[in-house]
């Protein structure tokens, strides 16, 4: 994640299938199925140790089930944003927020994986310090991502109301509907 400071500009995608694009996709793909992953052990370190645990066929269908979800969600997010850019007509401030979050979603994939993979082998009822260590580094990878897509409303001249707006419409929205239909 960088900016060259000279010009002040933003790190940008090139056209193509450059190098950095392909991992951007491969990293997405890896931490969709990852969140799927985070979400089945959460939920099982959430469940009464009483309860008999699941066969792997039907850990596997609930991970992928999970991955659907953040799927959709972030498809959702997606299109928001592209709609949004549309309407306004800010096609290029909208692919740098794009790449923005791409960038920082990637992030969070290399930092967390370990961890969560190492949350993922722990016996039921255990693993809680690998828990801790996620959460804060998931925290700490949305304390950046905030900061940077601050600076860029900034730097583009865009009020931080409207990047106050964006937040709540296009990443913490979604997000909460789909808690809230779970909770139900």
Not at 89 to 118: E, K
């Amino acid at each position: 994640i960088s900016r060259d400071t000279a010009t002040g500009q933003r790190l940008s995608e090139e056209p193509g299938g450059s190098g950095f694009s392909r991992f951007l996709n491969i990293a997405t793909t890896i931490g969709m199925l990852f969140m799927g992953v985070m979400a089945v052990k959460y939920g099982d370190s959430l469940m009464p140790s009483q309860l008999e645990t699941l066969s792997h066929g039907a850990v596997l269908a609930m991970s992928l089930l999970a991955t659907l979800a953040c799927t959709a969600i972030v498809a959702c997010q997606a299109a928001l944003v592209r709609i949004a850019g549309a309407v306004t007509v800010s096609q290029p401030f909208v692919s740098q927020l794009m790449l923005l979050r791409r960038t920082y979603f990637a992030l969070a994939v290399i930092v967390t994986s370990p961890a969560l993979l190492l949350f993922a082998l722990c016996p039921r009822g255990t693993g809680n310090v690998w828990f801790s260590v996620i959460t804060i580094e998931l925290a700490m990878t949305a304390f950046l991502y905030l900061k940077e897509s601050l600076n860029l409303f900034i730097s583009k001249k865009i009020s931080i109301l409207h990047w106050f707006l964006y937040l709540c419409t296009v990443e913490i929205f979604p997000v909460s509907l789909l808690w809230l239909s779970l909770v139900r």
